[in-house]
C-alpha cells in the first residue's frame, strides 16, 4: 500500500467517487477536463508558485467505474471535503470518500447516497457522525471500532495514520490504492470551488 504522505508531503487530499473522470471532476468544479502530462509535477508548481487561481484537480480511473482525484492546493480547504460536492459525487447511490493530511491531521470524510454520513480521524481511529452507524460496521472488518472511541484491532492497528485512511478507503469502495495508482495518465482542470 502507497503513502501518500510519502509522495506529496503534508498536504494533500485523494477523493474516490464513482462515475467517469469527465463526471467527477465536473461534478468538483472542473469545466472541460483535459489531458493533463506531468499531472503531480504541475500540480507541485502551483502549490509552491502559490500565485494561480483555483485548485488543479488530477483524476484517472483506478478501477472500473471508480474514479481517483488528488489535489494538493489545500491552503483554504480541500475542495474533496466540501459536504455538498460529497453529497452530489455520492447521489444515486454511490459512495464517496475523502481521505486528506494536512498539519492539522489526517482524516477520511464518508457520502453515501447524497448524504454526508461522517468522518473518521485516520490517527486515532475515532469516527465522528450521526449517520456513522452503517459506515462503522464496514470499517469494523478491517479493524476499526463499530463504537465511536473504540480500541483499534487488526490492520488498522498495525497500520500507521496514511495506511489507516487507505484502508478505510478499500473497505468502503473495494479500491486498493498503490504507487502505480499515482503516476497517471492525468485527467483535470482547475477548479474554482472552494469548501
Same mark, same amino acid.
Given at each position: 500500500?502507497?503513502?501518500?504522505?510519502?509522495?506529496?508531503?503534508?498536504?494533500?487530499?485523494?477523493?474516490?467517487?464513482?462515475?467517469?473522470?469527465?463526471?467527477?471532476?465536473?461534478?468538483?468544479?472542473?469545466?472541460?477536463?483535459?489531458?493533463?502530462?506531468? !499531472?503531480?509535477?504541475?500540480?507541485?508548481?502551483?502549490?509552491?508558485?502559490?500565485?494561480?487561481?483555483?485548485?488543479?484537480?488530477?483524476?484517472?480511473?483506478?478501477?472500473?467505474?471508480?474514479?481517483?482525484?488528488?489535489?494538493?492546493?489545500?491552503?483554504?480547504?480541500?475542495?474533496?471535503?466540501?459536504?455538498?460536492?460529497?453529497?452530489?459525487?455520492?447521489? !444515486?447511490?454511490?459512495?464517496?470518500?475523502?481521505?486528506?493530511?494536512?498539519?492539522?491531521?489526517?482524516?477520511?470524510?464518508?457520502?453515501?447516497?447524497?448524504?454526508?454520513?461522517?468522518?473518521?480521524?485516520?490517527?486515532?481511529?475515532?469516527?465522528? !457522525?450521526?449517520?456513522?452507524?452503517?459506515?462503522?460496521?464496514?470499517?469494523?472488518?478491517?479493524?476499526?471500532?463499530?463504537?465511536?472511541?473504540?480500541?483499534?484491532?487488526?490492520?488498522?492497528?498495525?497500520?500507521?495514520?496514511? !495506511?489507516?485512511?487507505?484502508?478505510?478507503?478499500?473497505?468502503?469502495?473495494?479500491?486498493?490504492?498503490?504507487?502505480?495508482?499515482?503516476?497517471?495518465?492525468?485527467?483535470?482542470?482547475?477548479?474554482?470551488?472552494?469548501?
Amino acid at each position: 500500500m502507497v503513502d501518500p504522505g510519502e509522495l506529496f508531503g503534508e498536504g494533500w487530499c485523494v477523493t474516490l467517487a464513482s462515475g467517469t473522470v469527465p463526471e467527477v471532476l465536473e461534478r468538483m468544479g472542473v469545466v472541460g477536463a483535459s489531458g493533463v502530462p506531468g !499531472g503531480l509535477d504541475l500540480a507541485t508548481e502551483r502549490l509552491m508558485d502559490g500565485a494561480e487561481e483555483g485548485v488543479l484537480l488530477l483524476g484517472h480511473e483506478v478501477a472500473e467505474g471508480l474514479v481517483m482525484v488528488v489535489e494538493l492546493e489545500g491552503t483554504t480547504g480541500w475542495v474533496g471535503v466540501d459536504p455538498l460536492l460529497l453529497s452530489a459525487l455520492s447521489s !444515486g447511490g454511490g459512495t464517496a470518500v475523502s481521505a486528506c493530511e494536512d498539519p492539522n491531521g489526517l482524516t477520511v470524510h464518508v457520502a453515501r447516497d447524497g448524504s454526508v454520513l461522517g468522518w473518521l480521524d485516520a490517527v486515532s481511529g475515532r469516527h465522528f !457522525g450521526e449517520g456513522f452507524g452503517d459506515v462503522a460496521r464496514d470499517l469494523a472488518v478491517v479493524g476499526f471500532a463499530e463504537e465511536e472511541d473504540g480500541p483499534l484491532s487488526g490492520a488498522a492497528a498495525e497500520a500507521d495514520g496514511a !495506511g489507516r485512511a487507505l484502508l478505510a478507503m478499500r473497505a468502503l469502495t473495494g479500491a486498493e490504492l498503490e504507487t502505480e495508482d499515482f503516476s497517471g495518465p492525468w485527467t483535470g482542470g482547475v477548479t474554482t470551488t472552494r469548501p
